[in-house]
């Protein structure tokens, strides 16, 4: 039996539904940003050849909708649930996927072969997960959702729990939740009525290491900047209000930029996270930035909302975070989109644009030209795989290992190494972007539809668009990365030479930088990591070498040996522990996100 479960947002949904055909139960709880007043789009929608739950966006459904009424059709053309219930209907999967551009999550069941279909977008930008229990198989956007079924084990995933100290994520299909898996990004899990259970792939980025990469003597500006402002202008489709996540860096000030100067839209708000510490805080960078946006575009206006959190209101966040997360937290900056989003919704702004994804795309981070410049003249495959792997936690790898070696497997049983033994063969440039895209990328990822979707916000990622991400991965690594000076996604700051400022052009990239960073060495976070991985109820003493953490905590704050990646994932670990162990009452957090 095929179970879709449906989550409970604090915020009240705009709509919910459940369906069922033969023994397949459907699901829905909607928020309603394309065809808000159609009720054809309420879901679950159920047609003679299927039922769908679907949860996403379909960025072209226009152009899926004319499609089908050129093939004698009839469509509701106001939303996009319906035109991509019709267009699975009409097509079936493989040539419906083929055609679809989105960001999406759905389950199809169809009903002639009375075969359920789980299917995720192609980098991964909507959640799905699924446990098969004795006769039933339970699919749900949130792991909450199956764990509220009581069927679901609680049980917390040993064997891999070294990859998530390692990396802040267990990778691949597996989750921090031993009974639960995930729907890869690209994959297909065929649900057949028997309960057999299948997965095949319909897309992936190892392309780019087949198919020869796109020189050219002389950049292909024009050609990228046209690429990016159609992914752009098709990520702004909506019926209600949307704005822009702004930083101090030149990705999320691109996207602003492409809305203001392509006309896309002329007035627009800019969200904005700030720091209490000036030294981490990109505030003179947004607001140079919208000086210069001021001055090119008069007739144009971005409306600058911010948001800090002292640390009372951080860890509160973070705690509630977790919650919202299913698994631990992964990142110092997550309470700080937690409180963008916060100000977006009172706003009534449910959509939010970020530059999210192209520093995997363009070679942004510094770090990749450190890794082969370092490995270089390695020819050891377990060493090379290694370093790709670990990354910059490498260091930390044997305090890792002496934590986890009773319950975990190691890190060569991970889903990453494993991909990185298959590939490692491949140019190191290409090898570490699709690495990168592959699963790192998933973090930020998770990040954004997780925090979003806390306060009822989606947030959209124009760099992720699948056909600007095909094109870009082809061009050679010298279009995005100059060697001789080091000068990062080259292509990006050409075609952003003449329309953002060289403060923004010029500047090193700062990520997206928090007070945690400073927090992590002071008394406040010291008190609260003891007390979290001290008592013998918790994870560390539970499963982990107890003592041994408690060595490494104490020579953290007291200056012996730095760890402040590890003990912000220790931290994170205990939070989302105490959330979830055992619990079978799941409910919201009752503070206002």
């Known amino acids: 039996m095929s179970r879709g479960c449906c989550p409970s947002w604090p915020i009240a949904p705009d709509g919910s539904g459940v369906a069922e055909s033969g023994s397949v139960c459907f699901g829905h709880t909607r928020l309603a940003i394309i065809g808000t007043e159609s ?52 097509w079936g999967l493989d040539k419906t996927l083929r055609r679809i551009d989105g960001m999406f999550a759905f389950a199809w069941y169809d009903a002639g072969s009375r075969t359920t279909y789980l299917v995720r ?38 064997r891999r729990i070294d990859d998530f100290l390692y990396t802040a994520k267990i990778n691949g299909a597996e989750t921090i939740f031993r009974d639960v898996q995930d729907v890869e990004p690209g994959t297909i899990v ?104 001021r001055r090119r575009h008069p007739e144009g206006r971005v409306d600058l909302k911010s948001s800090v959190l002292h640390i009372d209101d951080y860890l509160e966040k973070l705690n509630d975070l977790a919650w919202f997360y299913d698994e631990p937290v992964q990142f110092y900056n997550s309470p700080l989109l937690s409180g963008l989003c916060a100000v977006a919704r009172r706003d009534d702004v449910k959509v939010l644009l970020s530059g999210e994804g192209s520093d995997e795309l363009l070679h942004g981070y510094d770090r990749f030209a450190r890794t082969s410049a370092e490995l270089a003249n390695v020819t050891d495959r377990d060493r090379k795989i290694g370093h790709l792997y670990f990354g910059g936690g490498l260091h930390s790898a044997p305090i890792v290992e002496r934590l986890t070696r009773h319950v975990a497997d190691g890190a060569k049983a991970t889903a990453p190494w494993r991909w990185l033994e298959k590939y490692i063969d491949a140019p190191l440039d290409i090898l570490q972007l699709v690495f990168s895209q592959r699963y790192r990328m998933q973090m930020l990822l998770q990040r954004q539809d997780r925090v979003g979707m806390a306060h009822s916000v989606e947030i959209r990622v124009p760099f992720l668009q ?112 105490r959330q979830f162990h055992n619990s079978v009452s799941l409910r919201a957090p009752h503070s206002d996100m």
């Not at 702004?246 to 100067?261: E, Q």
């Not at 930088?513 to 003493?541: A, H, I, K, Y």
């Open 39 to 90: 009720p054809q789009a309420q879901q679950p929608i159920v047609l003679p050849r299927g039922m769908l739950t679907f949860n996403g966006e379909i960025y072209n459904f226009l152009d899926l909708a004319r499609a089908l009424r050129d093939e004698n059709r009839t469509i509701d053309e106001t939303s996009d649930s319906m035109v991509l219930a019709a267009c699975m209907s009409h």
């Open 121 to 158: 977008d192609r980098l991964g930008e909507k959640p799905l997960y699924w446990s098969k229990t004795r006769d039933r198989v339970w699919f749900a956007s949130e792991i909450k959702a199956l764990l509220a079924t009581t069927e679901v084990d609680h049980a917390p995933n040993l």
């Open 190 to 293: 065929r649900i057949d009525h028997d309960g057999q259970i299948g997965i095949r792939r319909y897309w992936s980025l190892e392309g780019a290491f087949e198919e020869p990469s796109v020189t050219a003597d002389i950049l292909p500006v024009s050609d990228f900047t046209e690429r990016l402002r159609r992914a752009v202008a098709s990520r702004s489709i909506s019926d209600v209000p949307f704005g822009v996540l702004l930083s101090g860096g030149i990705d999320s000030n691109a996207v602003a930029d492409l809305l203001l100067s392509e006309n896309v839209a002329t007035r627009f708000p800019g969200y904005f996270a700030d720091n209490v510490d000036e030294g981490v805080s990109e505030r003179n960078d947004v607001e140079e930035f919208l000086g210069a946006m």
């Open 466 to 577: 699948p056909a600007f991400v095909d094109w870009v991965n082809r061009l050679s690594t010298a279009v995005k990365f100059d060697a001789p000076s080091g000068e990062t996604k080259v292509i990006l700051r050409r075609a952003m030479a003449d329309r953002l400022p060289r403060r923004i052009l010029t500047k090193a990239k700062d990520g997206f930088p928090s007070d945690m960073m400073v927090w992590l060495r002071d008394e406040t976070m010291r008190r609260l990591t003891r007390e979290l991985t001290g008592d013998p109820t918790v994870f560390t003493q539970s499963y982990l070498d107890g003592a041994f953490a408690k060595t490494l905590v104490d020579d953290h704050f007291n200056g012996v040996v730095r760890q402040d990646v590890l003990i912000w994932n220790l931290v994170s670990l205990e939070i989302w522990y």
